[in-house]
């Protein structure tokens, strides 16, 4: 079982950043691949960003790619979003995501594990 809490959500105008963390519980998780998805009011959940176990491999949504990103510390259990050059339709709630491997990484229905969400809101 894996257990998630994401954090650093918040209030930024834009062209700011913010960091997104997630805190992750169980010993399985320098094995798992990790995600974080939004989801927007009146829109369907998207995928923002993954990382496989090791953090060699990323792939990023292209409305995001070259301005956020993902990383992680194995020894802190700990996932993280950079997130710069921020735009007011970055504004969402975002997921943190765990999953055994790294496939379907876009699908949500791919993803065991969700966190609760963090607010994130750029104004313009």
């Known amino acids: 079982q894996v257990q998630l809490v994401e954090s650093g959500g918040g209030l930024v105008q834009a062209g700011g950043s913010l960091r997104l963390s997630c805190a992750a519980s169980g010993r399985a998780f320098s094995t798992y691949a990790m995600g974080w998805f939004r989801q927007a009011p009146g829109k369907e959940r998207e995928f923002v960003a993954t990382?496989?176990?090791?953090?060699?491999?990323?792939y990023y949504a292209d409305s995001v790619k070259g301005r956020f990103t993902i990383s992680r510390a194995n020894a802190k259990n700990t996932v993280y979003l950079q997130m710069n050059s921020l735009k007011p339709e970055d504004t969402a709630v975002y997921y943190c995501?765990?999953?055994?491997?790294?496939?379907?990484?876009?699908?949500?229905?791919?993803?065991?594990?969700w966190g609760q969400g963090t607010q994130v809101t750029v104004s313009s």
């Open positions: 990382i496989n176990w090791s953090g060699g491999i990323t």
């Open positions: 995501t765990s999953r055994p491997t790294l496939g379907e990484y876009s699908d949500p229905r791919a993803h065991d594990y």
